[in-house]
């Protein structure tokens, strides 16, 4: 079949995306056994990723990025779903934390934390959620107090992705406790040689086995004031801008590994026999499978069309709910499908599809879950 082409791969794009291709089943799928042992991804990887240009693409080359639109960054995410991996924390790197700093930061703490990213030598996680919040980022408990020109930070996070990895994280806190959304602030932590920072445990998860996916405890953390991103009480509003972008990061992964999906069951159904034919000559198999295809394809044209509008500055909060809202629940499906087509083998984690079978029901749960998406949905009607 012919293959799609996004609008927003020029060439340029294209060759990322093929490099990434590469780098991701060369230096991530082939040592999964690795890296699903020891709950992490090597630093080595990371440094090569920064080598070949594949983090931190849409931040200026005066930062040390690769001074691309964030058609870069996506090529890369998508590449990754294609490929079948999500334990590597790229998207949370590059797509989410770089550009917290590259949107609110100072030069200073731009040319402090940015170049670092771009090469791998930095490694950044996001801590937003809590135990007691996830979704309701206004409820968070983690406390930030002025003391002089730092601030004393207390709390807890959990879920946090690269969380046991991390050598720097910005972290949603509270400088205002009574003041709820209005209350929230963000601050750049530096956690190398950080008195009162402490990695709890790195997460026993039902997928993404080598994401090394931590729970993190602040006990009066000293912060310098000069680390705030931006202002006090506008660290909502930050979050919530820059969760469009990260729906739409997830939508890419999602349709990246939908066609992956659709790739390989095509392929072993075609040279699994059963009967004495094939299993894609039997009916039910060909017909759930030009199903598949053709969500899939309908997935990769309504995230063409957002992330066209997100390039052009367009896409609003409620088509970036919509995007990430319906591309991961027909990510579950179409593997879900895809699994039964494999019969036991789909099963077994020796299958890149039983990986993939794992790693996607969570896209339906982080960056916002996908009832809080259609609540954004609702309100735009």
């Not at 991103?229 to 739409?248: D, H, N, P, S, T």
């Amino acid at each position: 079949m012919k293959k799609y082409v996004p609008s927003w791969h020029d060439e340029e794009v294209k060759a990322l995306s093929d490099l990434a291709a590469g780098f991701f089943e060369r230096e991530v799928v082939a040592h999964n056994e690795t890296w699903d042992a020891q709950q992490r991804i090597d630093r080595s990887v990371w440094l090569e990723a920064g080598k070949l240009g594949l983090l931190c693409c849409s931040i200026p080359e005066e930062y040390g990025g690769g001074g691309g639109s964030f058609a870069h960054d996506l090529a890369v995410f998508d590449a990754q779903g294609y490929a079948g991996d999500l334990s590597f924390g790229i998207s949370v790197h590059s797509g989410i934390v770089a550009h917290y700093i590259l949107e609110y930061g100072t030069e200073e703490q731009k040319t402090t934390w940015l170049p670092g990213m771009a090469t791998g030598d930095i490694l950044g996680a996001i801590g937003m959620t809590e135990p007691g919040a996830g979704s309701d980022l206004k409820a968070i408990k983690t406390i930030a107090v002025r003391d002089g020109d730092d601030y004393i930070v207390n709390g807890s996070k959990t879920f946090i992705t690269n969380g046991a990895s991390a050598d720097m994280i910005v972290l949603a806190v509270k400088t205002d406790p009574k003041a709820g959304a209005k209350g929230v602030a963000l601050l750049i932590v530096d956690l190398r040689d950080c008195p009162g920072f402490t990695v709890g445990r790195v997460l026993d998860k039902v997928g993404q086995h080598g994401a090394d996916t931590a729970e993190l405890s602040f006990t009066d953390v000293r912060v310098p004031v000069t680390n705030l991103l931006g202002q006090e009480g506008q660290g909502f509003g930050q979050l919530i801008a820059q969760l469009v972008q990260e729906r739409l990061i997830i939508g890419a992964q999602a349709a990246g590994a939908m066609r992956r999906a659709v790739e390989d069951t095509v392929d072993y159904t075609k040279s699994r026999q059963a009967f004495g034919h094939s299993l894609f000559e039997f009916q039910n198999t060909a017909f759930e499978l030009a199903e598949c295809q053709t969500i899939a394809r309908i997935c990769e044209v309504f995230l063409d069309h957002c992330i066209s509008e997100h390039l052009a500055g367009q896409l609003d909060p409620a088509e970036a709910a919509m995007v990430k809202y319906w591309l991961t629940e027909q990510q579950c499906s179409v593997i879900d499908r895809c699994v039964q087509l494999h019969g036991g083998y789909g099963y077994m984690r020796e299958y890149l599809i039983a990986r993939m079978y794992e790693d996607a029901r969570v896209q339906k749960i982080y960056a916002g879950a996908n009832e809080v998406m259609k609540s954004i949905i609702a309100k735009s009607l």
